[in-house]
């Protein structure tokens, strides 16, 4: 099929059915919708590269020189998971960018969707400024009552209320649910220094909305078709779920960020010795230091794509593809041949033809730690637990771990 390409370009998927269904875990479910919107493989390769310069530039400097944020990329393009959010007394809904890579909750990145004040609206003068690599907001800090459903009410949540952002465009703000160490310089106080603010799994662990501080993220591979599955959230317990299959691996978190130690290897052989990367749902690719990636396209026979930015293998090279395997916690966790390559049906998308293959992964710098990233493109394959009680992440087979939808 033909279409117009200004419609494909701006392609947007909202997807709904649900094949799975209500999870049986003891864990309160927030539905999680996926959006598309990415009309260029370069912008969605710079967008998650600043991401991963911003998760190491952390380590050395909190705050960020208003440089560094101009210099960020304009156009933040991406395949994002959305979960809608009541504010308020009146309960705004909100549509916001689900974020294990950062952890302020904000609203009004959509200019012509202001954040309207309510009787439990509490305005504290705080001003609030976060940096994403890939974008950024200020506003000013405000508490609020926060519903991510019906069980999941918070009262008194901090959120920020943006006066001006840069690279968030579809979206109405985040829901952040990364370490509450990240806010972390994230307020201005206006009366008082604030060090943290809790974050919204903080809160709800507090005020005893869950038994222990747990979120796990259930991404779906993209498929691109109508009845694509929706994703989930489970906060609390998430022990019997029907969204993973077998045990959990538990690994400890090492970093401000949900980093944690891994290696890689392809083909039975070790590209990446040991080091720590970043789980990261507000990321689409998978981020391979320089060295490890080189090893791994030379074994594939990749090639550059310019269309794209993304390497090119013939169906012939797919069908000889080796698993890419990141072993954490002393477990193996594959990504079989189809869990390496870009969606086919959202080829248009990237800048690529139809029923060409392109590898969903992306060299960083040479360096090895904190320097590269586990994005959706893992996490579809693979049902995550961040779990803040006790400082760790855990994964689990799903029952798209061996899917074939790309
Ligand atoms: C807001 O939603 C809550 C449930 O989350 C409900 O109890 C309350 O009545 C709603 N308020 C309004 C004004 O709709
Ligand atoms: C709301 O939360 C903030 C920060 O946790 C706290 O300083 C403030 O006292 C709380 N307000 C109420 C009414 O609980
Ligand atoms: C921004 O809000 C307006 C008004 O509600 C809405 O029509 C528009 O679709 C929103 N834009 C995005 C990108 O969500
Ligand atoms: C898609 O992203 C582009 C670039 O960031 C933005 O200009 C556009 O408004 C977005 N489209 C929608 C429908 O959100
Ligand atoms: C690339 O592959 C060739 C064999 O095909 C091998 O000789 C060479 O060492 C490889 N280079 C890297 C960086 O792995
Ligand atoms: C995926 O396939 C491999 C190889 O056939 C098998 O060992 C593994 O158990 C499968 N994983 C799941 C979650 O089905």
Same mark, same amino acid.
């Given at each position: 099929?033909?279409?117009?390409?200004?419609?494909?370009?701006?392609?947007?998927?909202?997807?709904?059915?649900?094949?799975?269904?209500?999870?049986?875990?003891?864990?309160?479910?927030?539905?999680?919708?996926?959006?598309?919107?990415?009309?260029?493989?370069?912008?969605?390769?710079?967008?998650?590269?600043?991401?991963?310069?911003?998760?190491?530039?952390?380590?050395?400097?909190?705050?960020?020189?208003?440089?560094?944020?101009?210099?960020?990329?304009?156009?933040?393009?991406?395949?994002?998971?959305?979960?809608?959010?009541?504010?308020?007394?009146?309960?705004?809904?909100?549509?916001?960018?689900?974020?294990?890579?950062? %952890?302020?909750?904000?609203?009004?990145?959509? +200019?012509?969707? !202001?954040? &309207?004040?309510?009787? *439990?609206? $509490?305005? #504290?003068?705080?001003?609030?400024?976060?940096?994403?690599?890939?974008?950024?907001?200020?506003?000013?800090?405000?508490?609020?009552?926060?519903?991510?459903?019906?069980?999941?009410?918070?009262?008194?949540?901090?959120?920020?209320v943006a006066d001006f952002q840069q690279g968030f465009t579809s979206m109405d703000g985040i829901l952040g649910i990364g370490p509450v160490d990240l806010t972390d310089g994230t307020i201005l106080?206006?009366?008082?220094?604030?060090?943290?603010?809790?974050?919204? %799994?903080?809160?709800?662990?507090?005020?005893? +909305?869950?038994? !222990?501080? &747990?979120?796990?993220? *259930?991404? $779906?591979? #993209?498929?691109?078709?109508?009845?694509?599955?929706?994703?989930?959230?489970?906060?609390?317990?998430?022990?019997?779920?029907?969204?993973?299959?077998?045990?959990?691996?538990?690994t400890p978190k090492e970093t401000d960020y949900w980093g944690i130690t891994q290696s890689i290897s392809y083909g039975g052989a070790e590209i990446m010795a040991s080091a720590i990367g970043v789980?990261?749902?507000?990321?689409?690719?998978?981020?391979?230091?320089?060295?490890?990636?080189?090893?791994?396209?030379? %074994?594939?026979?990749?090639?550059?794509?310019? +269309?794209?930015?993304?390497?090119?293998?013939?169906?012939?090279?797919?069908?000889?593809?080796?698993?890419?395997?990141?072993?954490?916690?002393?477990?193996?966790?594959?990504?079989?041949?189809?869990?390496?390559?870009?969606?086919?049906?959202?080829?248009?998308?990237?800048?690529?033809?139809?029923?060409?293959?392109?590898?969903?992964?992306?060299?960083?710098?040479?360096?090895?730690?904190?320097?590269?990233?586990?994005?959706?493109?893992?996490?579809?394959?693979?049902?995550?637990?961040?779990?803040?009680?006790?400082?760790?992440?855990?994964?689990?087979?799903?029952?798209?771990?061996?899917?074939?939808?790309?």
């Amino acid at each position: 099929m033909i279409y117009p390409s200004v419609i494909l370009s701006w392609l947007v998927l909202s997807i709904t059915a649900s094949p799975i269904t209500q999870s049986q875990s003891s864990g309160l479910s927030v539905p999680i919708r996926k959006y598309v919107n990415v009309t260029s493989g370069y912008n969605l390769i710079n967008a998650g590269q600043s991401r991963a310069r911003s998760f190491r530039d952390r380590t050395t400097s909190r705050h960020v020189s208003d440089k560094k944020r101009q210099a960020v990329p304009v156009v933040n393009e991406a395949i994002t998971y959305i979960a809608e959010v009541a504010v308020g007394a009146d309960n705004q809904t909100f549509q916001l960018l689900v974020d294990t890579g950062s %952890s302020n909750t904000w609203v009004g990145a959509n +200019a012509s969707y !202001t954040y &309207v004040p309510s009787s *439990s609206s $509490v305005w #504290t003068d705080d001003i609030v400024i976060v940096d994403y690599g890939s974008g950024y907001f200020f506003g000013y800090e405000y508490y609020d009552t926060v519903a991510l459903s019906n069980d999941l009410v918070i009262k008194n949540q901090s959120i920020g209320v943006a006066d001006f952002q840069q690279g968030f465009t579809s979206m109405d703000g985040i829901l952040g649910i990364g370490p509450v160490d990240l806010t972390d310089g994230t307020i201005l106080g206006a009366l008082a220094p604030v060090t943290t603010v809790p974050t919204v %799994s903080d809160n709800l662990f507090t005020q005893g +909305a869950i038994s !222990t501080e &747990v979120v796990g993220v *259930s991404f $779906v591979p #993209t498929t691109g078709s109508a009845d694509d599955p929706e994703g989930e959230l489970i906060f609390g317990d998430v022990g019997g779920s029907a969204r993973y299959t077998g045990q959990i691996t538990y690994t400890p978190k090492e970093t401000d960020y949900w980093g944690i130690t891994q290696s890689i290897s392809y083909g039975g052989a070790e590209i990446m010795a040991s080091a720590i990367g970043v789980v990261d749902t507000g990321t689409t690719l998978n981020y391979i230091p320089t060295d490890a990636f080189n090893a791994y396209i030379n %074994s594939t026979g990749g090639i550059f794509d310019q +269309a794209t930015g993304l390497y090119e293998i013939t169906e012939e090279q797919y069908n000889s593809l080796d698993d890419l395997v990141f072993t954490i916690g002393g477990v193996d966790f594959p990504l079989t041949p189809n869990a390496q390559i870009w969606p086919r049906s959202l080829n248009e998308n990237i800048g690529g033809e139809e029923g060409k293959i392109y590898l969903a992964a992306v060299a960083t710098d040479p360096i090895e730690d904190l320097n590269f990233i586990n994005g959706y493109v893992f996490l579809e394959r693979y049902f995550s637990i961040f779990d803040n009680s006790n400082s760790r992440i855990g994964f689990a087979a799903t029952p798209y771990t061996n899917a074939t939808s790309n």
